[in-house]
């Protein structure tokens, strides 16, 4: 689901209740907000997917009273997980026992073009309601806020009547489909005005005032449940993008040059397997450095403290080695305990290391980070990472499938271990491989058949645990989002995937972020698209 702006956030249940009613001016009715005590009842989510779980338990006993719609107002970031900007915010209620509960939430960020408000509208709406559909709790009533920040010379009440025609298509596209928005709020320059209430007494023309970040009701009993609100999706996203400063020129001839010395020995075959061991044994080193090395305070100190750990020749070397399919599902496998938070370290910097004209190689690295934050439980992190490969690259299988099963719900532990298999499987000696394969009574027990392994692209797995989640059969791979066989065919070997040469620096594509093309060998060479012709188009904004 994509449009002119950001998108995020998950369509997850939030122990989150309430009256479900409109609110009025005096004695304003009830929004229950039951938070859990192991910090789990508040999550980020995003409008790829809706859906609507119950998240009801023995736990779910701190509960906290939303009278108002200031109260509301200040709810938003605990149910998203961090603070929106440009924002459409969607978010379901559902009755229960005569409360209402907040459900699945939608973001998708505002067109800056008034004409495909409607159609975002619609578009939002639709994911939010058919998405709790499928999981079986379709909404009875929705909560929509639009949050825009006022531009040059205008004011906070000037962005509220600028957004009303907004607000107007939100509550008239969820009446469509049968659910009224029961509240509808606009957030601006640290006020809010309500487009369902006109009484001066309780919503004066001028707005109100948005409390303290941290001083609600609400915020005190989040932090006791071990909640915490990020900061914006630009600041998770600035620890991902490439570098625009002085350095990158230095890092783009550190990639011209490593591209000249790597591509022609990851092209032969008898070098090849060099290539990777000498790109993985490289990773564990600077690993054990990100680790050993003394903490920041912030996350923009940690960021310039690890790129300071960190080569230029270092960082080429990495990015082009992981552009090989079967080295960065190797690197993949870092994904747990001790491993996994230098991993990720590692895949954010090297992901601002592709600058210049190498910015669609960061869709390994990108792909990499969101796995592995997935993996750790930070979904929020995982759908931007995964997003910004996917604008990177949006051909980019890996990238694609685990980002539509980040955004169904699904359970990492299934990829997980599919991962531990492959690296179990790498380390038994072939005399073990084949009294595996013949089995307990000496029988050949392998199978020949054409496409029966798994995906070079590393995305086999991906697609296997889709197929079980929806109830699929295992044939049934063009029915299903699983680009696996295509993938397959269109890859000679598939699972190498390496730069091209080039003569020096300013020579590949200034262009856009199109995919690469897929050339003699699994190899895609800049400048090119798949079908051999110049890219030059403008960049891609937005997600995936």
């Known amino acids: 689901m994509t449009n002119h702006g950001e998108t995020t956030g998950s369509f997850e249940s939030d122990d989150v209740t309430g009256s479900g009613r ?34 009801d338990g023995p736990d779910a006993t701190h509960r906290v009273t939303l009278r108002t719609p200031a109260e509301l107002a200040d709810a938003l970031p605990y149910l998203l997980g961090y603070r929106p900007e440009d924002s459409i915010v969607l978010v379901a209620l559902h009755d229960r026992g005569g409360r209402g509960r907040f459900g699945g939430r939608a973001r998708l960020g505002i067109p800056a073009n008034p004409d495909d408000w409607e159609s975002v509208a619609g578009q939002l709406a639709h994911g939010l309601v058919r998405g709790s559909e499928r999981r079986g709790a379709r909404p009875e009533q929705i909560v929509a806020y639009v949050c825009q920040e006022p531009g040059q010379g205008e004011t906070g009440r000037q962005v509220m009547e600028r957004l009303r025609p907004l607000a107007h298509k939100l509550r008239l596209q969820c009446g ?53 609100v990020r900061g914006t999706l630009r600041e998770l996203r600035a620890r991902l993008q490439p570098w625009e400063t002085a350095a990158a020129l230095e ?23 060099g290539v990777a061991e000498e790109t993985m044994e490289l990773a564990r080193q600077i690993m054990t450095r990100l680790a050993d090395a003394a903490p920041a305070s912030g996350a923009f100190m940690a960021d310039l403290r690890d790129d300071g750990l960190l080569r230029n020749d270092e960082a080429a070397t990495l990015i082009l080695g992981l552009q090989d399919r079967a080295t960065r599902d190797r690197a993949a496998e870092w994904m747990e305990g001790a491993e996994a938070a230098p991993a990720l370290r590692l895949w954010r910097a090297l992901a601002r290391r592709c600058v210049g004209s190498y910015g669609e190689h960061a869709a390994a690295p990108l792909t990499l980070a969101g796995w592995v934050a997935w993996s750790t439980g930070d979904e929020l992190e995982a759908r931007e990472a995964l997003a910004m490969a996917l604008g990177a690259d949006p051909d980019y299988l890996f990238a694609r499938l685990l980002h539509q099963a980040v955004n169904e719900g699904l359970d990492p532990e299934s990829i997980r271990r599919c991962l531990r298999a492959e690296r179990d499987d790498r380390a038994r000696t072939p005399a073990e491989r084949i009294d595996e394969a013949r089995g307990p009574k000496g029988l050949d027990t392998t199978q020949g058949t054409e496409g029966g392994g798994g995906d070079a692209d590393g995305s086999e797995s991906v697609a296997a645990v889709q197929r079980r989640h929806r109830g699929l059969p295992a044939g049934d791979a063009e029915n299903s989002h699983s680009l696996t066989a295509q993938e397959a065919r269109k890859s000679a070997p598939p699972s190498r995937r390496v730069p091209a040469a ?43």
Request: aromatic share 4%; charged share 20%.
């Open 251 to 273: 890092q783009e001839a550190a990639l011209d040059a490593g591209s000249m010395a790597l591509v022609p020995r990851m092209l032969d075959d008898t070098s090849r397997a």
């Open 502 to 544: 080039r003569t020096g620096p300013g020579t590949g594509r200034t262009g856009g972020t199109h995919p690469p093309a897929a050339a003699k060998g699994g190899v895609r060479r800049r400048g090119t698209t798949r079908r051999g012709v110049a890219s030059g188009g403008g960049e891609t904004k937005g997600d995936a």
């Open 176 to 228: 469509l489909l049968d659910v009224p928005v029961i509240e509808a709020l606009c957030i601006s320059d640290g006020r809010f005005w309500s487009y369902c209430c006109d009484i001066q007494e309780c919503c004066p023309a001028e707005g109100l005032p948005m409390g303290l970040p941290g001083t609600s009701v609400l915020a005190a009993a989040a932090t006791y449940a071990g909640i915490q």
């Open 22 to 55: 409109a609110h009025r001016p005096n004695g304003h009715d009830r929004y229950d907000d039951r938070l859990a005590q192991d910090g789990h009842a508040l999550r980020g989510g995003n409008a790829h997917n809706a859906d609507s779980t119950n998240c």
